[in-house]
């Protein structure tokens, strides 16, 4: 899902803002609801659709790199940063399954009598909760390293262009 341009500009910079916003997002409310019966009644199912959201925008990020990526002159930085980038869907769609295991978990033990739950139910939403915190800060991470070696792979000869030496100097 590739694309090049958005209001006549690369596309790549304006989608990747869109999922530095919505996992982190995603994320926190993830985190939330796992841990907090109120936040699962109250935010639960809009985690769930936000979580979505952000897998959707961590593929179209991916797309507009892959992109942005055959018009750009390669350095190891600009390689570096696409094969980290490739990764980050993968990252972010653990969230949306936790977020909706989590809700979905949270329904069926809502759901009849409290004595009547079949003996995995408690196991279970302790996996998933613990799932669901891990798999947020593992998301939340590689977000953060695949956004650096962006900013490195952007400004780095920005830095070291002989220009800026001398503007330093003087």
Known sequence: MEIQT????????????????LIPLAALGTVAIALWSEARRRI????????????????????SGQALEERVHETRFSEEHA?????LPWFALPIALAAGGVMVLDRRRS????DDQPPWMGP????VAAAA??????GTVRLAHVGHSGAKATWQDVQDNPVN???EEG
């Open 44 to 63: 639960g199912w809009i985690v769930v659709v936000f979580a979505a959201v952000a897998f959707v925008t961590a593929l179209l990020a991916q797309g």
């Open 165 to 167: 030496e001398e503007l």
């Open 133 to 138: 915190v891990v798999f947020s800060v593992a």
């Open 111 to 114: 759901q009849g009598d409290p």
């Open 124 to 127: 279970a939403v302790i996996a």
């Open 83 to 87: 094969e980290q980038g490739d990764s």
């Open 6 to 21: 958005l209001f006549g500009l690369p596309a790549h910079p304006l989608i990747v803002h869109a999922a530095v916003v």
